[in-house]
């Protein structure tokens, strides 16, 4: 029997500490003399209601968690954390839809970074910060967060740990999961500070280097103009933002290593972080060549700019400082290409994930020479690692789902009006948790407003599914998972 009261007990908790980061948002209303304060006020009152409504719930409740616990309580965090952070949208009236609110929030936490909004710059500075807020938080994980600052909370830690974090193999840094996720809490920190110091000598202000030093590191990209960062035509802007997107693309447990421990060697070692880099130079090298060519860029400027497109796809960030639409259509296919693969496990960023190509490509391997070698045992490896059987079967059973979910969201936008290009282009989007799409009638640039509301509501759980990695949600919906044995 689900033990439901811990789940309760813990989502209550949680909505207590979004209470904390939505008055926040108060002080900065207040303070920057907007309009939206007392959406704010009203939206941190509902939300310490509904925390206490959970708490009494989940009243006596055993502080344990089983895996189907773990599974259903991830699930239900990021809905209803999505639903409470919609309120200041609708209150405030700047969002009065509430399907649009909810796509707008949904968006923030899974770091997707696709927007209703077809004019960002109307909107007043706390609701700004709370749109990019929510990508800084569910950059890492809204649970892996509450483990860091409240490791006593869950007693069933590594099982909520391994229904939100990213990748095939989830590395700890440490025997004790709490002190892991300080770890990565704090180098995720620091690299948000050092990204917003380096915005700032760029040229930026205070409130949008900020904003863009939390989008940024989260991978998510929220911007506080229409024009994302090209809105600013510095480039020392933009290879700041190449810096810092290309780092919180790499694992976390990668750059502690490194950072902490002086393991340099270990990170051109690591198989992963090399096919990263490499097929971040063959993209941005190829875009380059065909800027030169056919758009008439010079040299510097298409390097600038296809370095600065393919790491912010790559990594899942999605901000910009050129118009992809503009370029010839063989580059939306390189863009796309990243958009799906995206960068390393254990990093804010989505996709594919980098370790899971390194694994498809050794598993191919191992196949052709299994042709002319019947009888060899060829073991999947991975950084010195075995990677067993089971690992193999679960990674060919993502890239199925992956593949149908983005096949099945295609088909469906289709029957209800949208383009091909863009259809394709907008379930790959958010089953990798990108943002921005490719095509004519919503381009790069574009709001996503124009679309229906029932695609809304589909292409909201396709980002909630492609953060948390699809099985996470796809288990809750099959019958051996709500069976007592």
């Known amino acids: 029997m689900l033990n439901i009261r811990i789940i309760y007990k813990i989502i209550g908790t949680l909505l207590f500490i979004e209470a904390a980061m939505m008055s926040i948002c108060i002080a900065i ?34 502080n344990s968690l089983g895996r189907r616990e773990a599974y259903l309580l991830v699930t239900l965090t990021w809905i209803i954390f999505s639903l409470f ?37 109307r909107l007043p ?17 809204i649970v892996f967060f509450t483990i860091a600052i409240i ?34 809490w704090s180098i995720y920190f620091l690299l948000t500070v050092g990204c917003a110091a380096c915005y700032y000598l760029a040229g930026m202000g ?43 693309g790499t694992s976390f447990t990668l750059l502690y290593a490194t950072l902490f421990k002086g393991r340099f060697r270990q990170f051109f070692k690591n198989s992963e972080f090399r096919f990263y880099i490499v097929i971040l130079l063959l993209a941005a090298i190829s875009i380059s060549v065909i800027l030169i060519i056919d758009n008439g860029y010079k040299w510097g400027d298409a390097i600038r700019v296809s370095l600065f497109q393919v790491t912010s796809f790559m990594t ?20 796309s290409i990243c958009m799906f693969l995206g960068a390393c496990s254990g990093s804010t960023s989505g996709g594919f994930k980098c370790i899971r190509s390194v694994m498809v490509l050794t598993i191919l391997k191992n196949e052709i020479r299994r042709i002319l070698h019947p009888r060899a045992v060829l073991p999947v490896k991975v950084n010195e ?60 640039t574009m709001s996503w407003g124009m679309l229906p509301d029932v695609v809304k509501w589909l292409l909201s759980g396709l980002m909630l599914m492609g953060r948390l990695e699809i099985f996470t949600v796809v288990v809750l919906f099959t019958s051996a998972f709500w069976k007592d044995n």
Not at 35 to 61: M, N, P, Q, W
Not at 158 to 181: D, N
């Open 316 to 335: 899942t960030t999605g901000i910009l400082n050129d118009d992809p639409a503009k370029w010839h259509h063989i580059t939306w296919v390189i863009l």
């Open 85 to 121: 952070g919609s309120l200041p949208f609708i209150f405030s009236g700047y969002i009065g839809n509430f399907t649009d609110a909810f796509f707008e929030t949904i968006s923030g936490f899974t770091t997707t970074g696709c927007s209703i909004l077809d004019d960002v710059e």
């Open 125 to 141: 500075h706390a609701l700004l910060f709370w749109r990019t807020m929510t990508q800084w938080i569910g950059g890492l994980g």
């Open 385 to 444: 690692s075995t990677i067993p059987y089971s690992a193999q079967v679960t990674l060919l059973a993502f890239l199925t789902a992956y593949m149908i979910l983005c096949l099945f969201t295609y088909f469906c936008m289709i029957v209800m009006g949208v383009d091909s290009t863009n259809s394709i282009t907008i379930a790959i989007s958010c089953a990798s948790n990108v943002g921005p799409t490719l095509g004519l009638e919503i381009g790069p």
């Open 29 to 62: 209303s207040f303070f920057m003399q907007g309009d939206d304060s007392i959406a704010f006020i009203i939206s941190v009152i509902a939300t310490v209601l509904g925390g206490i409504g959970f708490k009494y719930a989940g009243r006596e409740a055993e």
């Open 151 to 184: 490791p006593s909370l869950v007693g069933g830690n590594v099982k909520v740990f391994s229904a939100e974090a990213t990748g095939p193999i989830r590395a700890k840094m440490h025997p004790r999961l709490g002190t892991t996720a300080k770890w990565i």
């Open 206 to 248: 205070v409130f949008d280097s900020m904003n863009y030093a939390m989008t940024t590191t989260a991978t998510g990209g929220f911007a506080t103009h229409n024009a994302s960062t090209g809105y600013f035509h510095n480039p020392y802007i933009d290879y700041t933002a190449i810096i810092f997107m290309f780092l919180s």
